[in-house]
């Protein structure tokens, strides 16, 4: 009788190193599959938050790190209908503080880059799109 017990108590242990083995590897695959899916919604969630409007003779775009991390504005396009647009004057708005240079520049969270655009050709009036480069791809922005 002794021998059947301890027997029993091998088979008892196998069998809890199988569940605990299978939850381990259930746990791993759990992980990875939320981890995958944070990351790629956190990517995503870089993304910025642009309005373009015209105003008084000026185009006002507005790029917002709406993001979680950092943002690289690389290059800011001009669209009048389906032809590039170029303006001769550029001042650029750091959360409303002038800055002294133009682009490339960093946004942090939160942080809202305006340029203001006037001398264009063809007119301000007719810009119709902005396409603004970034670090983490293009975006775009009707005028309104």
């Given at each position: 009788m002794g021998s059947g017990s301890r027997a029993r108590a091998g088979e008892f242990s196998v069998l809890w190193l199988i569940v605990t083995l299978v939850g381990i590897v259930m746990a791993l695959v759990i992980m990875y599959l939320v981890y995958g899916g944070v990351n790629r919604s956190?990517?995503?969630?870089?993304?910025?938050m642009i309005?373009?409007?015209t105003l008084s003779g000026n185009l006002f775009v507005n790029i917002k790190d709406a993001g979680v991390g950092s943002l690289s504005i690389e290059n800011v396009i001009l669209y009048a209908g389906t032809s590039q647009a170029s303006c001769t004057s550029a001042t650029y708005y750091l959360d409303g503080e002038q800055l002294g240079g133009g682009l490339p520049i960093t946004l942090k969270p939160g942080q809202t880059l305006t340029i203001v655009y006037s001398s264009c050709s063809p007119g301000v009036d007719e810009v119709t799109g902005v396409a603004v480069i970034t670090s983490s791809g293009t975006y775009t922005a009707t005028v309104s």
């Open positions: 956190l990517n995503t969630a870089n993304a910025p309005t373009a409007t």
